[in-house]
């Protein structure tokens, strides 16, 4: 089986000395997202340790953003960024969108071209230019996916992308309804992203909710309620969502116990790396 982690760490720094290297050492994932990073190449290779084939994109600014793929064998070929489209114009991709191909084996022994992409997709506010900015990296995204999976490869998508598609992705969904990450436009821009056929796997493995949601802010008691939102993903390519064979968020046991406000979304594929 091939495991595939994902997980906004907050900071890879900060979630290293707050525990995370024991998740990572238990989870043992075979290919590893990352999403705010906010570390340098080299202290992000500190930060995982050994035994890991690496792609990173780092902001431009110190202690913002920052995307990596990590994997147990080395990519074939790996992508950096994302091409500004739609109306908005120009748009902030540094440190949002990663990609890695690898080649992994099925069950029966052939052999597939998997692309897999971290993307951490703005925070928006509504009514501003940065929700502007929001949707056209949206929009770009979507054009993206749709451009890699023609040639017919397994294509997946994981990351922060800061939008809660229903009701059942948010505890507070009716007090959000007006608010970036759950607006009308970001919804639909996920309609239509389903529509063509990609899957969200943790919402089809999981069943019709409410949750699991995967991030909590750090204040009051949000946490210890379960108040949260689910805006942490595996999207995937319709042949890929078909080897799905479980999915699970990990979330902390207590909140003295969390390495990050996010939690890892984990999904196995009834897939294989090559030794």
């Given amino acids: 089986m091939l495991t595939v982690a994902s997980v906004n760490v907050n900071g890879v720094r900060a979630a290293v ?105 703005h925070a928006g506010r509504a009514g501003t230019a940065r929700q502007a900015e929001k949707e056209a990296f949206l929009a770009a995204a979507a054009c993206r996916l749709d451009a890699l999976a023609a040639d017919g490869r397994h ?39 389903l529509e063509r056929g990609w899957v969200d796997v943790v919402r089809t493995l999981a069943g019709g909710g409410p949750g699991p949601y995967s991030w909590w802010t750090w204040r009051g008691t949000a946490f210890d309620r379960d108040v949260g939102w689910r805006i942490d993903y595996q999207i995937a390519s319709a042949g890929l969502a078909a080897l799905a064979v479980n999915a699970e968020i990990d979330r902390a046991p207590s909140y003295a116990a969390r390495w990050s406000d996010h939690a890892s979304v984990v999904v196995r594929y009834d897939l294989d790396l090559p030794p």
Wanted: with cysteine; proline share 5%.
């Fill in 17 to 121: 000395r707050r525990g995370m290297g024991a998740w990572l050492a238990e989870r043992h994932p075979d290919v590893l997202c990352l999403q705010e990073v906010r570390a340098g190449d080299d202290e992000l290779a500190r930060a995982l340790g050994p035994g890991w084939h690496t792609v990173h994109e780092e902001a431009p600014t110190k202690g913002q953003a920052g995307v990596a793929v990590g994997a147990r064998v080395s990519p074939s070929a790996v992508r950096l960024g994302l091409a500004p489209r739609g109306p908005a114009g120009a748009f902030d991709d540094t440190g949002r969108w990663v990609e890695a191909d690898l080649e992994v084996t099925s069950c029966g022994g052939g052999s597939q071209l998997l692309t897999v992409i971290s993307g951490y997709v």
């Fill in 155 to 193: 294509v997946l998508l994981t990351g922060d992308l800061n939008v809660a598609h229903s009701a059942a992705d948010l505890a507070n969904w009716k007090g959000n309804v007006s608010k970036a990450g759950f607006l009308p436009s970001e919804r639909e821009w996920f309609d239509r992203l």
